[in-house]
C-alpha cells in the first residue's frame, strides 16, 4: 500500500498469543482438613501453563501476606510454614504471564493440647478383688 503522494508503507507483522486458561497448580501436600500436632508444616506441589510460562507463585498463611515462592524448571515449588495453635488457611495462587490465576485453599487444623480426662468414676467402689467393675471417663479435646 502507498499513500497519496506514492510513498511506499513499510509492512510489519505481529505475533501474539491469546492465553485464556488459566495455569495448572497442584498440591501434594498438605491435604485438605488435616489435624496435626507440629507446629511447622511444608505446602508442596506443582504449577504449569503451556502458553504463559512462567507461572509465579504465592502462599499465604491466615491474615498473613502473601509471600512468593521460588518455581523450579519443571514447575514444583516448596515453602515451610509455621502453624498457629487453632484453624490455619493456608492459599496458594499461581499466576501466569497473561494475568490468569488458579487458587487452592487448604484448611489444616494445629492442635497440640493434650485431651483432658474428667468426671472418672469406679463402680463399685471400693472394687473387691475377684469382682467385675466399671471404670467410666469423660475424655475432652
Do not use: M, W, Y
Not at 488457611?89 to 499461581?94: E, M, P
Request: charged share 15%.
Amino acid at each position: 500500500t502507498s499513500d497519496n503522494d506514492g510513498n511506499a508503507a513499510t509492512q510489519k507483522s505481529v505475533t501474539f498469543i491469546i492465553d485464556t486458561v488459566p495455569p495448572t497448580l497442584n498440591i501434594t501436600t498438605p491435604n485438605d482438613g488435616i489435624k496435626t500436632n507440629k507446629t511447622s508444616i511444608t505446602v508442596s506441589g506443582k504449577t504449569n501453563d503451556v502458553t504463559s510460562s512462567p507461572v509465579t507463585l504465592t502462599v499465604k498463611l491466615n491474615s498473613g501476606n502473601a509471600e512468593a515462592v521460588t518455581v523450579n524448571n519443571d514447575g514444583s515449588f516448596s515453602k515451610d510454614l509455621t502453624l498457629a495453635d487453632g484453624a490455619n488457611t493456608i492459599t496458594i495462587t499461581a499466576k501466569d504471564s497473561a494475568g490468569k490465576t488458579t487458587t487452592i485453599v487448604r484448611n489444616v487444623t494445629l492442635d497440640t493440647h493434650a485431651p483432658a480426662f474428667s468426671n472418672i468414676v469406679i463402680t463399685p467402689n471400693p472394687v473387691n478383688v475377684g469382682v467385675g467393675f466399671t471404670v467410666s471417663v469423660t475424655i475432652t479435646d
